[in-house]
């Protein structure tokens, strides 16, 4: 109870601020107390989503965001899902943690990819949903948001995983190429660069992302194998 009244309290000077800076940092931080109330004390749950749906009715946006944490924290996870389309509908300011919280829901992506086309974590986040079950989707929704991110390396390599378990392996070897000269921040576009290009009988070459491999990976025993076995 002494973290309900903490909450309301915060509430209630962000009301007497007004729509100031100060007012809104309290507004925040006493809507995130209230969510905590709401999740630890049976009591004060209803409160908390009794105030937040007066909120949302009133136009804050943030409020939608509460009732869709308040939701994910009481495991309703139906509920959650339904405001937080509700919310990407009106801003696109959840996305970033939505695609880490579901990163395999194909709705959220689904809905996130229709209301921001333009959105690059967008398209990628639908391109990772559907590359289980349809690859050739998955690498045109990749080529699509690479185009707007050409500098992602890590990208890159995913979009050779995806062209190499498809069968293309020319451009898999080019995606894998691009993330490598990119420094891919561990994607490994270098090392899987090597192999392919080994695999498809191209030695001078794979010795070279095998050496590009180490300059990233100083001591890096797997390419310093296969350096071996190329007789470099």
């Known amino acids: 109870m002494r973290r309900l009244n ?15 800076l100060a007012g809104a940092a309290l507004l925040n931080r006493g809507s995130v107390a209230l969510l905590r109330a709401g999740v630890e004390t049976a009591s004060a749950g209803p409160v ?20 869709g944490m ?21 801003i696109p300011a ?28 967008a398209t ?16 045109a929704l990749y080529v699509q948001a690479l185009a707007r991110s050409p500098q992602d390396g890590v990208r890159w390599v995913e ?8 069968g293309q392996a020319q451009k898999a070897l080019h995606a894998y190429d691009r993330g490598c000269r990119l420094r891919d921040r561990g994607g490994n576009g270098c090392w899987q660069a090597g192999l392919l290009a080994e695999e498809l ?6 010795a070279r992302y095998y ?18 076995g190329l007789g470099q």
Do not use: C, K, M
Request: charged share 20%; no cysteine; net charge positive.
């Open 94 to 121: 959840p996305l970033p943690f939505l695609h880490i919280l579901y990163p395999q829901d194909e709705s959220l992506a689904r809905a996130a990819h229709r209301l921001y086309p333009d959105s690059t974590l």
């Open 211 to 228: 050496r590009l491999t180490l300059r990233q990976i100083p001591g890096y025993t797997p390419a310093l194998e296969r350096l071996a």
């Open 201 to 206: 009988g191209q030695s001078a070459q794979a």
């Open 159 to 166: 979009l050779g995983w995806l062209y190499r378990h498809n």
């Open 48 to 67: 908390a989503a009794r105030y937040l749906a007066q909120a949302a009715r009133a136009g804050r946006l943030s409020a939608l965001w509460g009732l």
């Open 124 to 139: 990628f986040w639908l391109g990772e949903v559907l590359a289980g079950r349809d690859v050739d989707a998955a690498i």
């Open 6 to 20: 903490f909450a309301l309290a915060l509430l209630l000077i962000a009301l007497l601020v007004g729509r100031s």
């Open 70 to 90: 308040l939701a994910h924290w009481q495991g309703d996870e139906s509920r959650s899902r339904r405001l937080w389309r509700q919310q990407l509908a009106r």
